[in-house]
């Protein structure tokens, strides 16, 4: 079986904090992670391969400095880690992404495409579902399980009010929970391997063969027009008190309120 | 690239499950009734689903739209995406609106990219605030980004449809008080069994509680600073007594205290109950994102700089498992006093 799971770099957005003064967002000393989502399925790629024997190819489209990120992919456990990096493809949206992608992917061999739910710093979700459109590919979303069974993929898809288990033919397109499982550690040996030979290949538009009006921010249909940090709202009174008095208070807000 | 021209109107899809319209689908209509005055244009809602008939057609009505289009087939029984996308796609390539409204719920955000992807038209995702420029006349869709910390204004200028995916619970469902003949336009499906590229083994329902959080009048929200599990029912017994709900925030749901279902927050439920209790709660932005727009709220917090005194009412500094106990004893008392 021939996996892909595409993946993308994000700053880590639980440590980003606001300057109260300037009301920006501080982006300084902030650490790239791999989006969880997307750490989720890869986890779940190799223990794929470690049950049923599979070719694992991880892909992520970002500046050069992402490589950091398919380096960690690989000292997980991956086979084969592919950095799309190119000028042409800035400021491109879900869209142009998701076709990016697409070409990228169709130069390998797939039975499995796998993307996490959705990215920490966008929360689109739209990116696995649009690669999934543009290779024809069935789709299945929010998966938090995978089973095997002959040419088709037993599923588990999680939804607000319960779930599904739903049966697919490969080839086919999957978004993973990151509830799904708990991504392991690197091993010593494959950070070793990666920090002493090149393992990342870079492609470039290039080597997709794809036309440089179909990327990009050319190619995208959406634009950002606005972008605002939100601003908090006026805070109330803080009291220090002794527990006793600080129920009393709460009790007089309520009466104030009409809530009790 | 489309003709702009040829677009025009709001089409809102109706997301049902087992033939049951879903509250969202009713708050976009509500929204998509404003948008509609202000732009001069009609809204029309789109119920593809399974014995689907004008009782579906009125409740729509109730609330603003101007025409409803139904599609029925065995195949739409139960939501899958290729099947979904197909009909929702010959729809809008037969009626040409210039912006489509979609609920941002699980099925919505399955639905939606793959059909922006097929039109070739740009989608913007879980947005929690819609308008129209006046001047271009260009839908102005925002939503949270970067965990909540901004709010980005998208547009579409060149492509139509303009299609969004709209939060749940933040759009306000105002019924018009109209009195309009119900239109509704059944639709051919033209779906064949080929158009099921999956196979739907089993479908469970996880057993419900009474209510949603984002339906309660009163939460009572715990976070790491509860400590432990045990407290949970503590909160629990003080939630009881006020006649409110237990919610929670991304760290107890972690820990695995309360149910996902419960969580508050930019990952869970965005939240505006008339009384918000954040107990031991720091206040990630996450989850200020997800409940700051509470009528009143109330924070207990050891921290007395935690970022969650920025948006309270009021602010108790202390321990959460001392203050809730004699809260929920001076209540009682409150209500026998009440009573007598």
């Known amino acids: ?260 | 690239m489309q003709n702009k021209e040829e677009y025009k109107n709001i089409l809102v899809y109706i997301e049902q499950r087992d033939g049951i319209i879903q509250n969202v689908s009713l708050e976009l209509i509500s929204k998509a009734k404003d948008l509609a005055i202000k732009s001069n244009q009609k809204v029309f809602v789109y119920i593809p689903g399974y014995k689907i008939d004008e009782i579906h057609a009125k409740e729509c009505f109730k609330y603003g739209a101007d025409k409803c289009f139904i599609s029925n087939d065995l195949l739409l029984k139960d939501y899958a995406t290729e099947t979904y996308t197909k009909v929702t796609t010959s729809l809008i390539n037969k009626i040409k609106p210039e912006s489509v409204l979609i609920g941002a719920t699980t099925i919505g955000r399955d639905l939606a990219p793959r059909i922006s992807a097929r039109l070739y038209t740009g989608l913007t995702a879980d947005c929690t605030s819609l308008d129209i420029d006046e001047e271009t006349g260009n839908l102005l869709m925002t939503r949270p980004a970067f965990g909540g910390n901004i709010l980005a204004t998208i547009i579409c200028p060149n492509h139509r449809p303009q299609m969004s995916t709209v939060r749940p619970g933040v759009m306000t469902k105002t019924i018009v008080n109209e009195t309009k003949t119900i239109k509704i336009e059944y639709v051919n499906s033209s779906l064949t069994k080929d158009d099921l590229n999956i196979e739907i083994i089993e479908t469970v329902k996880e057993k419900t509680q009474k209510k949603n959080i984002e339906d309660a009048n009163i939460l009572v929200s715990g976070g790491r600073g509860i400590g432990k599990k045990e407290n949970v029912e503590t909160l629990k017994n003080f939630a009881d007594e006020i006649g409110g709900m237990l919610s929670g925030s991304r760290a107890i749901v972690d820990c695995g205290w309360i149910e996902p279902n419960h969580q508050v927050g930019q990952t869970g439920k965005t939240v505006r109950p008339e009384v918000y209790f954040a107990c031991g709660i720091s206040g990630a932005i996450q989850h200020i994102a997800g409940m700051e727009e509470s009528e009143l709220i109330i924070a207990i917090n050891k921290n007395p700089e935690a970022p969650i005194f920025d948006v309270a009412d009021l602010g108790i500094v202390g321990d959460v498992n001392q203050i809730i106990p004699l809260l929920s004893q001076e209540l009682k008392s409150h209500k026998l006093k009440k009573e007598a």
């Not at chain 1, 990009?216 to 002794?242: D, F, R, Y």
């Open chain 1, 1 to 260: 079986m021939n996996i892909i799971v595409c993946i993308k770099q994000v700053p880590d957005t639980t440590e980003v904090r606001i300057d109260s003064k300037t009301g920006t967002l501080i982006r300084e000393g902030i650490p790239s992670i791999i989006n969880p989502d997307d750490k989720a399925g890869i986890e779940a790629a190799i223990q794929l391969k470690e049950k049923y024997n599979a070719n694992i190819t991880v892909i992520s489209m970002g500046p050069p400095q992402a490589e950091i990120a398919l380096k960690e992919a690989y000292a997980m456990g991956v086979d084969r880690v592919i950095l799309l990096t190119d000028r042409a493809f800035a400021g491109s949206d879900t869209w142009a992404t998701s076709l990016t992608l697409s070409y990228a992917i169709k130069k390998l061999d797939y039975d499995l495409i796998i993307c996490g739910r959705q990215a920490i710093d966008g929360d689109t979700a739209q990116v696995g579902p649009q690669i999934a459109e543009h290779l024809m590919l069935p789709q299945v979303s929010y998966v938090s399980k995978i089973e095997k069974e002959d040419d088709k993929l037993k599923l588990k898809k999680v939804f607000e009010d319960g779930y599904q288990i739903i049966k697919v033919k490969t080839p086919c397109l999957i978004t993973a929970l990151k509830e799904m499982n708990n991504p392991r550690y690197m091993t010593v040996n494959r950070i070793f391997n990666v920090s002493n030979t090149k393992i990342v290949e870079n492609w470039s538009i290039n080597d997709i063969a794809m036309d440089a009006q179909l990327t990009g921010l050319k190619a995208s249909p959406t634009q950002v027009k606005k972008i605002q940090t939100k601003t908090a709202k006026s805070s109330g009174k803080v009291h220090q008190v002794e527990p006793k008095e600080g129920a009393k208070l709460i009790l007089e807000k309520l009466q104030e309120k009409f809530v009790i």
